[in-house]
C-alpha cells in the first residue's frame, strides 16, 4: 500500500519572503512543533556557499543545523535544498545522523544532462536524494523522458513534479503525472511543489491522489500558513486536515497551530506572500514574481495594466528578470495605452 508523505517547506521556501530570517527561537520552535505534528518530512532551509548567521535557514554546511534540530527526530526526516550551480557540493560533509537526513537537488530544464555527477556525490556522503525539476509542467514531453531516465539511473529517493510559476492546471498535472507514473522505477516516489498564485494548489495536489496507483508512494510539500514567494504554497494546515480526514492519517492538529500563531500570523503582518491580483496573472502567464514585483511599482500600473504587459513579454524573457527589457516594454506598453485613449 502507498505512503502519501508531507513535507513542510516552511522554513525553505519561507525564508524567500522574509531573507531566511526567522530568528533562532522561531526555527527551533517551528520544527520542534513540526516532529510533534508526526509531520513526515521537514525542510529546514537551504545548503548555500555562504556565510552561517544564526537565526537565519541558509546553511553552508549541514553541522551549521544541528543545533535546531529536535534531539528527538521522532519519526520525522530533515531535509535542506540545494540548487545546482549555486554550491559546491564537493564540500557537502558526510552525512552522521546529527543534522540533515535528506537533500532535494533543484535544477533548471537545462542542467538535466550534467547532474548526475552532483547527484551522486550526494548519495555517496550518505543522504538520501530527491530531484527537484523546476517548472518542470513547461517541459516537452522528450525532456520529462529525459528527467525520468536520468532518474532511473540515479536512483534518488523521489523525483518530483515542481510548479514553479503556478501554472498549472488538471490538465498539465495529468500530462506529467502520467509520464512518470508510466516511465519512472516504481521505487522511486513522486514529489509535488506547487505555488497557489491560482489558489488551485490543494486542488492539484488532491489531484495527484486521485489519478496516482495505489502501489506509488507521495510527496507533497506544503508550508505553514501557505507561507512561500509570491502566490505563497499549499497550506501545511490545510492538507493535513484533509489527509486525517480522508486518508486515515494522524497528524497533530495542535502543534501545527500553535506555530501559525505564535510565528505566521506575525510574518504575515510584515511580510507579503499569497493570493493577490498581480500573483494570479502571473500564474496565468508564467511570469517570474521578481518581474512582478519589478513591474508592480511601476507609476501608472494597474492589476488590468500588469495583466496587459505580461501579455507582451517574450515566452523566455518572461520567466526571468532582465529590468532593461521590462522597462522597454512598460514603456511600449505606456505608449500603446496613451494612443488608445487618445483615440
Not at 514574481?289 to 501608472?300: A, F, Q, R, S
Not at 496587459?308 to 506598453?333: G, H, P, T, W
Request: contains cysteine; proline residues 3%; hydrophobic residues 35%.
Amino acid at each position: 500500500m502507498r505512503t502519501i508523505e508531507i513535507l513542510d517547506c516552511t522554513l525553505r521556501d519561507g525564508a524567500q519572503v522574509n531573507e531566511a530570517r526567522f530568528g533562532i527561537d522561531a526555527v527551533k520552535d517551528i520544527t520542534q512543533n513540526l516532529c510533534d505534528a508526526n509531520i513526515d518530512m521537514i525542510e529546514c532551509g537551504f545548503l548555500k556557499d555562504s556565510a552561517f548567521e544564526e537565526g537565519r535557514t541558509y546553511y553552508p554546511q549541514p553541522s551549521c543545523a544541528r543545533d535546531l534540530i529536535p534531539k528527538n527526530k521522532k519519526n520525522s526526516t530533515f531535509t535542506a535544498l540545494v540548487d545546482y550551480g549555486r554550491y559546491d557540493i564537493d564540500q557537502l560533509e558526510v552525512c552522521d545522523g546529527s543534522s540533515f537526513d535528506y537533500i532535494r537537488v533543484s535544477l533548471f530544464e537545462k542542467d538535466i544532462d550534467n547532474i548526475r555527477d552532483f547527484c551522486m556525490t550526494v548519495k555517496e556522503k550518505g543522504y538520501r536524494l530527491s530531484i527537484q525539476p523546476m517548472d518542470t509542467l513547461s517541459y516537452s514531453e522528450e525532456n520529462v523522458l529525459k528527467i525520468v531516465g536520468v532518474a532511473n539511473e540515479i536512483m534518488p529517493e523521489t523525483l518530483a513534479i515542481v510548479d514553479t510559476y503556478s501554472i498549472a492546471t488538471a490538465d498539465d498535472v495529468d500530462r506529467v503525472y502520467k509520464l512518470y507514473e508510466a516511465h519512472l522505477d516504481p521505487r522511486i516516489k513522486i514529489g509535488f511543489h506547487s505555488h497557489n498564485n491560482q489558489l488551485n494548489s490543494f486542488a492539484l495536489a488532491r489531484r495527484i491522489i486521485e489519478i496516482s496507483s495505489l502501489d506509488r508512494n507521495l510527496v507533497i510539500d506544503a508550508s505553514l500558513y501557505g507561507m512561500g514567494r509570491g502566490g505563497g504554497n499549499l497550506n501545511t494546515e490545510l492538507f493535513t486536515e484533509y489527509l486525517n480526514t480522508r486518508h486515515a492519517h494522524n497528524y497533530q492538529m495542535k502543534p501545527i497551530l500553535d506555530s501559525i500563531d505564535r510565528y505566521m500570523v506575525d510574518f504575515k503582518s510584515r511580510f507579503e506572500w499569497g493570493y493577490s491580483i498581480p500573483m494570479l496573472y502571473a500564474g496565468l502567464y508564467g511570469v517570474h514574481v521578481h518581474t512582478v514585483d519589478y513591474l508592480k511599482n511601476k507609476p501608472g500600473i494597474s492589476g488590468y495594466d500588469l495583466r496587459c504587459i505580461f501579455s507582451m513579454l517574450d515566452e523566455k524573457k518572461k520567466k526571468r528578470y532582465d529590468y532593461d527589457y521590462l522597462d522597454e516594454v512598460y514603456e511600449r506598453y505606456l505608449d500603446e495605452r496613451e494612443k488608445k485613449e487618445n483615440g
